[in-house]
C-alpha cells in the first residue's frame, strides 16, 4: 500500500548520499534525492528548466564549439560561437548573416583552446585570457562588425610631439682676462707629478658681473693618481691652486677666488705618477635642464605616455633667467603636465592648458612623476590565465612564469598597466597572495574584496 507524503518546500535542494538518514535534520523534510532538469525557487517551490531550441549546426561538429553570451543590454543580447579558428554571431534566435552566410570573425584560437578562454565583459567589450596567447580584446560595432585582437597596454591618450625647449639668459658685461690654467696628478702618497702643458681662456672675473658662466676643463686620467689639483695664472698676477678634484673633468665659476699663491710645479716629486695630458678648455654657460610633457585626456582625464625629451643649457638661479617650452596640441587634451628631470630623477613642475610653458626655476616635486610604458604580458609563460573586474580595474591572474600573480590595471583605464614613479593611488597594481602552497589561480570574482579561486 503506497503512502502519499506532501512536500511544500525544496530549498534544500538535492540530498548527499550522506545523509539521506539524517531524518533528524531540518533540511530532511524540504531536500531532494533527484532534481534533475528543474529550477528551486527561493520561496520553497520548483520549475522545469526552460527548454533548448534548435537554431543551426555549428560550424563543424567534428571540431567542436562552445557558446558564450555576450549582452551588452536587454534589447542587446547575443551568443558567440568560438570553434576552430573563428568566432559566430547569433541574435534573436539566428545567426547574425552577412551577404547571405553567418557572420563570421577569424581567430587564431584553436577547437581545442575555446573551453579553456576565460572571458569577462564589459558594455561593447570582452578580454579573453588563455595561457598560451596574448591577452585579447573582442569588440562590437555592429550585429554584423566584430573585431578581435591583441590588447595593445598603453594609455590611449596621445603623448604630446614636437616639444622643444629655449633658453632665455643675460649676459654681463667686464672686463675679460686671460687666464691660464695648469693640472698635475698625485699619488695616494701625496708625491706630486709636474704641471701639464696650460690652456689659456678669456675670463670676466668680476665678481659683480657675474652671470653663470664656467670654465670646463678637460684631461686624459694619469696612471697612479687619486686626485688631480688645478692651478690658475692669472698672467703675472695671483696664482695657484684654486681646486682638487678626483674627475678629469671639473666645471670652475668665472668669479672663483685665486688659489695659495704657490706657482704650479716645474718638476714632479719622486714616485709622481705621469704628468696629465690633453688638457683642453671652454667657457660654458649653466648646466643642460631636461624636460617631458604629457597630455590629460578631456573626457576619461587619463595621462598620457610622455613625450620625448627636450633639453636646454641655462643658470636658472638668476631672476632674469628661464626656460620656455613649447609643443604641439593633442586631440581632445584639456591640459598638460611638465615634468623636469633632477639628479635624474623626474619632477612634477607644473600644468599648463596651452601648448606652452614657462620654467623660471621652478623646484621639481619629486613625488609626483611620469608614468612608464609597461606590457606585463609579453612572451610565451607571461600571458595570463584567467580574467575579471574588479573594482573599476581590469585584472588578469595567473601566468606559466608566475601562477599566483595578480596584475590589476588603473583605476578606471582598463588597458593602462602603468604606475608612477613614485606610486600612485590610481596606479596599477601586481601582487600575489600569501599561502603556503603556490597554486594557480583559475577564477577571479571582484565581491567586496577580490576572491581568488583556486
Known sequence: MSTRVIQTAFTAGELAPAIYGRIDLAKYNIGLRKAKNVIIHAHGGASNRAGLEFVREVKSSANGARLVPFEFNDDNAYMLEFGHGYFRVFKNGGAVLSGGNPYEVLTTYGSTHVYDLILAQDADVMYSAHGSFAPRRVSRFADDNWTIGDVTFAPKTTSPTGLSASALFAR?????????YYVTAVSAGGAESAASSGVTIQVMHEFANYDGRHVRLTWNASLGSVLYRVYKDNQGGFQGVIVET??????IPFHVADGDNVAPPVSADPGAPATPTGLAGSTVYGQPIAYVVSAVDADTGEESL???EATVVNDLSYSTNRNTLTWSPVANASSYIIYKKDNGAWGYIGSSETTSFVDRNITADLSDGPQPARNPFVGAGNYPRTVGFIEQRLGFGSTINDPQAVFLSQSANYENFGYSVPGKASDAVT??????????IRAMLGLTRIMHQT
Open 172 to 180: 654681463r658685461n667686464g672686463t675679460a682676462h686671460a687666464i691660464t
Open 431 to 440: 601582487f600575489r597572495p600569501k599561502s603556503r602552497k603556490v597554486n594557480e
Open 306 to 308: 610622455p613625450s620625448g
Open 246 to 251: 678626483a674627475a678629469t673633468t671639473i666645471d
